[in-house]
């Protein structure tokens, strides 16, 4: 089945502890991408990449760092967590293709920071 | 960048068809119109896409007017499971694919 995994789905932690959420799809997309949503923001593109070992900064990519060494994977770090990084996590992924190509989305990651 | 203008909810009794109108008048000649939705807080899916043409899958179908300033997606039967924010995007200018998702129109279908 074609599929974005991420994982953990919930995660609890403290300020400055830091975490990795991980995101796998099986369908050899090129293009992976990850959101946050919040409440009365919606969902803000954070980093995303065009292909293995590129990648670049979204509208949101301050305190998150992400790499894609292998084509399926695309994690996103949180090298230091703070609470204004609480908030509901998407990872997405589309074949690559003048852009009309539809983006499959990852069930979320519901991260908290106290 | 185009944007759209949804309403932010609709009301749809089950069975029948659901009509989400979208306002996207500053649209340009090669921007997609895309349609995703999102159930409570789980991922967006994707629904269906169109440029200027009218377009069907078996989810839905998009009728886009022809100066392509609004579209609508049609759910022909509606059911109580399609109860969910559904969102009206073009695709921006540019290389990265990003979405930009607006606030959406909230479609509760009644039994």
């Known amino acids: 089945e074609a599929q974005v995994t991420q994982n953990p789905r919930y995660l609890i932690t403290v300020t400055g502890k830091k975490l990795t959420v991980t995101c796998s799809q099986n369908?050899?997309?090129?293009?992976m991408s990850w959101y946050r949503q919040d409440p009365g923001l919606g969902l803000r593109q954070i980093y995303y990449?065009?292909?293995?070992?590129?990648?670049d900064k979204g509208d949101v990519p301050e305190g998150y760092k992400v790499s894609r060494k292998e084509k399926r994977n695309f994690p996103l770090i949180l090298e230091s967590p703070s609470p204004n990084q609480t908030s509901l996590y998407f990872c997405?992924?589309?074949?690559?293709?003048?852009?009309?190509?539809?983006?499959?989305f990852g069930d979320g990651t519901r991260l908290s920071i106290l | 960048d185009a944007k759209t203008t949804q309403p932010p909810s609709m009301d749809c009794a089950e069975g029948r068809a659901a009509n989400l109108p979208c306002n996207h008048s500053?649209?340009?000649?090669?921007?997609?119109v895309y349609w995703y939705r999102q159930i409570h807080s789980q991922g967006p899916q994707y629904i269906i896409h169109?440029?200027?043409n009218n377009e069907t899958n078996e989810m839905a179908s998009l009728i886009i007017t022809e100066d392509r300033k609004s579209s609508t997606l049609i759910l022909p039967h509606a059911t109580l499971r399609d109860t969910a924010v559904y969102y009206c995007?073009?695709?921006?200018?540019?290389?990265?694919?990003?979405?930009?998702f607006g606030k959406g129109t909230l479609l509760t279908v009644n039994p």
């Open positions: 995007i073009v695709r921006e200018k540019g290389s990265n694919y990003k979405l930009t």
């Open positions: 169109g440029l200027k």
């Open positions: 369908m050899n997309h090129e293009y």
């Open positions: 500053t649209i340009s000649g090669n921007e997609y």
């Open positions: 990449s065009m292909n293995v070992e590129v990648t």
């Open positions: 997405a992924s589309s074949q690559q293709g003048f852009g009309n190509q539809p983006q499959h």
